[in-house]
């Protein structure tokens, strides 16, 4: 057993809040730098004369690079403890950040997309290790207050482009190097606390957790399914960050800024459903919430191409505020699947199914250069139902469900 293995078996000591609040603090300073790149995609659209297949392309960049070093940071840092590897992701993002504004082309766009992406990859896989770290055994609430800060930071990516960015125009986006540069004086900090705890971890010489399904085959299913949810989920998702603004102006005739404030509360609801969801899989159990998140969202996806503008608005928050609520409930299952390769699990879960995300985001854009906006809406609205995977997902008695005994 390797010496980072050990520090990611939560003890049943309190959970350590000002290190999961600092935590979430960055993750929302994350993730709001990143949320900035699908915001201003009205603006370069029309400067640089792009299609959709192009704005697709640019996401999937940024969610190539975000997922496919993620495993691979993941797996390293399973084997060795690197906290402070968060500052060094965060310096790839600061860097994409001033490429993107100050692009003068396209390939540009996509080299400054790529380095946030690459940014990102370093973070999620150590942050999530550290949030477990943190939990005191309320791995739910752990994740659940780490998820709140990276949507909170998502959702505030259309309220900044609508009120900074469209107005002074793509250089604007360098102001935000001062946010990179707070997020890394944040991660230091926090990176100095798990070192330490990672040195007291070792003393204990802690056993390695158990997985709660012996069979190999049946983890690996297990996965697979969890795996798929969270593809779909981030397929529909990405729908709504690549091109919800474009439909709201096409379908609806708003203006730039009502679409981005629109966005804005499609983005807010899933801070809402994360953190509810991470509290709630605590009490009753984490494949419930599974169920509950993906599946029942379907009824709502289905009638939203069909509604009027409030409608609208209303179904998208519902929407997005119920599908929320399944990621913590699916990354603490697959960590008890696998509770010794919690970095593993991190970049798989943020990274992979992120990453297949983004490949949907270019596959929809040309969709929707092929068809039209409302077609492709209307062809998304179905993938909630593999919310029904859920069904063949094994049944055991999680961490959540042993504390009610």
Not at 38 to 62: H, M, N, R, V, W
């Amino acid at each position: 057993m390797t010496d980072a293995v050990k520090t990611d078996v939560p003890s049943a000591r309190a959970a350590a809040m000002p290190v999961l609040i600092v935590l979430s603090a960055v993750h929302f300073l994350n993730d709001m730098i990143q949320s900035l790149i699908p915001a201003i995609y009205p603006i370069i659209k029309s400067a640089y004369a792009l299609d959709f297949g192009q704005i697709g392309i640019i996401t999937l960049t940024f969610q190539v690079t975000a997922s496919l070093f993620q495993p691979l940071v993941g797996h390293i840092t399973d084997r060795r403890s690197m906290p402070y590897s968060m500052v060094v992701g965060m310096g790839f993002t600061l860097v994409g950040l001033i490429v993107l504004a100050y692009a003068s082309s396209y390939a540009f766009l996509v080299l400054g997309a790529g380095l946030v992406g690459t940014g990102s990859s370093i973070f999620h896989p150590e942050a999530t290790r550290l949030a477990r770290q943190a939990s005191g055994g309320r791995q739910g609430l752990a994740q659940g207050i780490f998820q709140v800060g990276g949507q909170s930071g998502s959702a505030m990516g259309p309220l900044l482009a609508a009120f900074i960015v469209v107005p002074k125009g793509q250089a604007s986006l360098v102001w935000f190097s001062v946010v990179a540069l707070l997020a890394m004086a944040l991660m230091t900090w926090a990176g100095r606390w798990h070192a330490k705890a990672h040195a007291e971890a070792k003393k204990t010489k802690a056993a390695p957790a158990v997985p709660p399904i012996g069979s190999r085959a049946k983890i690996a299913l297990a996965l697979t399914i969890l795996v798929m949810l969270l593809i779909s989920k981030n397929a529909y998702t990405a729908s709504f960050t690549s091109f919800y603004t474009f439909y709201l102006i096409d379908k609806f005739a708003v203006s730039v800024q009502t679409s981005q404030l629109m966005l804005f509360l499609f983005l807010g609801a899933a801070a809402v459903g994360a953190l509810t969801g991470g509290i709630v899989g605590d009490i009753v159990g984490r494949r419930n919430i599974i169920w509950f998140s993906i599946l029942g969202a379907l009824p709502f996806t289905l009638i939203l191409p069909y509604v009027g503008l409030w409608w609208t608005a209303v179904l998208t928050i519902v929407i997005n505020l119920i599908m929320a609520s399944a990621f913590a409930a699916i990354m603490i299952y697959a960590m008890e699947l696998l509770p010794n390769r919690v970095g593993l699990i991190g970049g798989v879960f943020y990274g992979l199914s992120f990453g297949l995300g983004g490949l949907a985001a270019g596959v929809l854009g040309e969709l929707a250069d092929q068809t039209s906006i409302e077609s492709v809406y209307r062809m998304c609205s179905f993938l909630p139902a593999f919310g029904l995977l859920t069904w063949f997902l094994p049944k055991f008695k999680d961490n959540a469900e042993s504390s009610r005994h």
